[in-house]
């Protein structure tokens, strides 16, 4: 059974930066494409960025974050700089098997969800 645990979330200031990481189990990695989304209090969950075979990113985050992986790690990266205050949610990562998707209803495999906190 896949497995994915997130990691690297936390409190920084706006302008600051954070790297999440996402470590996938029990799977063939390279078979998987990994997004990661999240979800602020009272919003609908959103897609944020997605790494299959090229990498995926929601206009709000352009220019900003940056999805890696590394197949030898089975993980995934999601550095992120330049900060706001409305990055502010629980960010989780999720796997499908194939190529992108940024529809979250796609996938199939979630993580528990990393919260990230942007003050002001």
């Known amino acids: 059974q896949v497995q994915l645990v997130e990691s690297g979330g936390g409190v920084v200031q706006a302008g600051g930066s954070l790297r999440l990481s996402c470590v996938l189990s029990g799977g063939t990695f390279s078979n998987y494409a990994v997004g990661w989304f999240r979800q602020a209090p009272g919003k609908e969950r959103e897609f944020v960025a997605n790494v299959a075979w090229r990498t995926y990113y929601a206009d709000s985050v352009k220019g900003r974050f940056t999805i890696s992986r590394d197949n030898a790690k089975n993980t995934v990266y999601l550095q992120m700089n330049s900060l706001k205050p409305e990055d502010t949610a629980v960010y989780s990562c999720?796997?499908?098997?194939?190529?992108?998707?940024?529809?979250?209803?796609?996938?199939?495999?979630w993580g528990q969800g990393t919260q990230v906190t942007v003050s002001s």
């Open positions: 999720a796997a499908r098997r194939g190529s992108y998707s940024g529809s979250s209803q796609n996938y199939d495999y």
